[in-house]
Each structure stands twice: as structure tokens, then as C-alpha cells.
């Protein structure tokens, strides 16, 4: 690792999915060298190289040793994996899971951290990185003050963020995106098997995601389930009868907000 807190020897990018892509572009555009891409797929390996002018292999034996800093942003059971088949010789390795601790790299690694993005990422669309909060975790001082640099580097929003909290962070974003995105999903659904479009419902959706924000969740709730609306729920549970799997969450989710607001009322 340089003695500066330059990444003169550049940067090895460990996958080439949707975090991996949007962090080397970052990184490429804010004028640090990605150097090197590895990925088990050759053709996504090229596929992002060919972007940020980097060399690029799916065997793990091309990986250069003498590069600062080794960014894993991978599927996380497959962190560790690659990680132990690595050869690095002073640089950092880090990785980029919000459930991950950081302590997968102890024992292993002169130099390690955590470089986590709280976005939701797809290759396809284009993401203001300069928004998105960075969260960092570091098992040293200079290391973690080199992984703020180059957060800084691509974003205005670094944390320090320790293992433990980062988990409950990550835990509240599966709630907040993935979950929220399923039941999208559920609604795309049911809207084309009654022959309407899902664009009637985007109105909707702007407008609650914006009272959430504004508001605070607690106080932008509305619908049946608050109100203890029977009659429209039984009529909703009927109407799912065709979609057990819908029904059931429809259930358990209306029994969690009516439960959530007694709790608040009382």
C-alpha cells in the first residue's frame, strides 16, 4: 500500500455485477486507476474493462499482487471464497456487503475494510453516486483514512460504520427496497390480470414514497388495514383467493400495521 493516500498502484475490481460496475465507473470517472477486473464470466469481465480501460481476466491466478486497494463485490457467500484464493501483498481488500462483518478478512489480511454503498444498483440505470451514503468500516486508522478519501472522491455522504449497525442498516434497506419492490411486483401483477396497466398506479407510488420522506413512515400511513376496515379487507382476502401466496402476505401485512398503529395509539 502507498505511503500516500493516492491509490498509485491502482484498484482490482472483484466482479463485474451491478455494485462492482457502478463503483469502477465511479472510480474511473473521479480519476483513480482501475487497473485490473476479474470476474468468473470472461465476457462481463471485458464487458466492464472495456469501460474504464482496465485489463481484465476470469482466473484469479492474473490478479496483480502489488495493487493498494482489492474491492470483492460479489454474491456474499463468495466473499470469503475469493478472498482466501487472493495473493496481495501490502494493499487493502475490502468488500462491498451491507450483512457482511468485517472480521471475514481478519487473520487473513494486513489491511482490511468495509465499502458499502447504500443504493439499490442496476447496471442499466444511471445512478448521481454523489448522493449515495458510502459506509465505511476499517480494521486500522490509515486504512480508514484512505477508504474516506476515495469515498469522498465519488460522494458526499461517508460514514464510519461498524459492523453490527451496518447490519441493521442493511436489514432495514431489504425493508425498505427489495421488500417495498416485491409488492410493486404483486401489484404489476394484479393489475394485468385485470386487464389494467401499472402506469395508473405511479401517481400512487411517487406520492407515497415523497409523504414517507417528508412525513416520517408513521405518520404517511393510510388504507384499510389502519382504519380496521373489515369489510374491505374480507372482500380484498376473497378476491386473492386465486393467489394463496399474495393473500398471505396480504394477511400478515395488514395485521402488522393495524397491530403497529394500536401500539402507537395506546
Same mark, same amino acid.
Given at each position: 500500500?502507498?505511503?500516500?493516500?493516492? @491509490?498509485?498502484?491502482?484498484?482490482?475490481?472483484?466482479?463485474?455485477?451491478?455494485?462492482?460496475?457502478?463503483?469502477?465507473?465511479? @472510480? $474511473?470517472?473521479?480519476?483513480?486507476?482501475? *487497473? @485490473?477486473?476479474?470476474?468468473?464470466?470472461?465476457?462481463?469481465?471485458?464487458?466492464?474493462?472495456?469501460?474504464?480501460?482496465?485489463?481484465?481476466?476470469?482466473?484469479?491466478?492474473?490478479?496483480?499482487?502489488?495493487?493498494?486497494?482489492?474491492?470483492?463485490?460479489?454474491?456474499?457467500?463468495? #466473499?470469503?471464497?475469493?478472498?482466501?484464493?487472493?495473493?496481495?501483498?501490502?494493499?487493502?481488500?475490502?468488500?462491498?456487503?451491507?450483512? #457482511?462483518?468485517?472480521?471475514?478478512?481478519?487473520?487473513?489480511?494486513?489491511?482490511?475494510?468495509?465499502?458499502?454503498?447504500?443504493?439499490? $444498483?442496476?447496471?442499466?440505470?444511471?445512478?448521481?453516486?454523489?448522493?449515495?451514503?458510502?459506509?465505511?468500516?476499517?480494521?486500522?486508522?490509515?486504512?480508514?483514512?484512505?477508504? @474516506?478519501?476515495?469515498?469522498?472522491?465519488?460522494?458526499?455522504?461517508?460514514?464510519?460504520?461498524?459492523?453490527?449497525? *451496518?447490519?441493521?442498516?442493511?436489514?432495514?434497506?431489504?425493508?425498505?427496497?427489495?421488500?417495498?419492490?416485491?409488492?410493486?411486483?404483486?401489484?404489476?401483477?394484479?393489475?394485468?390480470?385485470?386487464?389494467?396497466?401499472?402506469?395508473?398506479?405511479?401517481?400512487?407510488?411517487?406520492?407515497?414514497?415523497?409523504?414517507?420522506?417528508?412525513?416520517?413512515?408513521?405518520?404517511?400511513?393510510?388504507?384499510?388495514?389502519?382504519?380496521?376496515?373489515?369489510?374491505?379487507?374480507?372482500?380484498?382476502?376473497?378476491?386473492?383467493? *386465486?393467489?394463496?401466496?399474495?393473500?398471505?402476505?396480504?394477511?400478515?401485512?395488514?395485521?402488522? #400495521?393495524?397491530?403497529?398503529?394500536?401500539?402507537?395509539?395506546?
Amino acid at each position: 500500500m502507498s505511503k500516500n493516500n493516492a @491509490f498509485d498502484n491502482g484498484i482490482v475490481i472483484l466482479g463485474a455485477g451491478n455494485v462492482a460496475t457502478h463503483l469502477a465507473i465511479a @472510480f $474511473f470517472k473521479s480519476n483513480n486507476k482501475v *487497473r @485490473f477486473v476479474y470476474n468468473r464470466s470472461i465476457n462481463s469481465a471485458k464487458e466492464l474493462a472495456l469501460q474504464i480501460n482496465a485489463e481484465y481476466s476470469d482466473d484469479l491466478k492474473h490478479v496483480p499482487s502489488d495493487a493498494d486497494l482489492y474491492l470483492i463485490s460479489v454474491k456474499d457467500d463468495a #466473499i470469503e471464497g475469493i478472498a482466501n484464493k487472493l495473493n496481495i501483498k501490502h494493499g487493502i481488500i475490502v468488500h462491498t456487503a451491507g450483512g #457482511i462483518s468485517l472480521d471475514i478478512f481478519a487473520n487473513t489480511f494486513e489491511n482490511f475494510g468495509v465499502f458499502y454503498p447504500l443504493q439499490t $444498483f442496476t447496471k442499466s440505470r444511471k445512478i448521481d453516486l454523489s448522493e449515495v451514503p458510502i459506509l465505511i468500516e476499517a480494521n486500522n486508522e490509515i486504512t480508514k483514512s484512505k477508504l @474516506f478519501q476515495l469515498a469522498f472522491n465519488i460522494t458526499k455522504s461517508v460514514f464510519e460504520i461498524d459492523s453490527e449497525k *451496518r447490519k441493521a442498516i442493511h436489514l432495514a434497506a431489504v425493508f425498505s427496497c427489495n421488500f417495498v419492490n416485491h409488492m410493486y411486483f404483486i401489484s404489476s401483477e394484479l393489475m394485468q390480470n385485470s386487464n389494467s396497466t401499472f402506469d395508473l398506479l405511479k401517481p400512487l407510488i411517487i406520492e407515497t414514497v415523497n409523504k414517507a420522506i417528508e412525513m416520517q413512515p408513521e405518520n404517511a400511513q393510510t388504507g384499510p388495514a389502519l382504519r380496521n376496515d373489515k369489510k374491505v379487507i374480507e372482500n380484498h382476502i376473497k378476491m386473492l383467493s *386465486r393467489y394463496p401466496e399474495f393473500e398471505n402476505i396480504y394477511r400478515f401485512v395488514s395485521d402488522s #400495521i393495524y397491530k403497529s398503529n394500536s401500539k402507537r395509539e395506546n
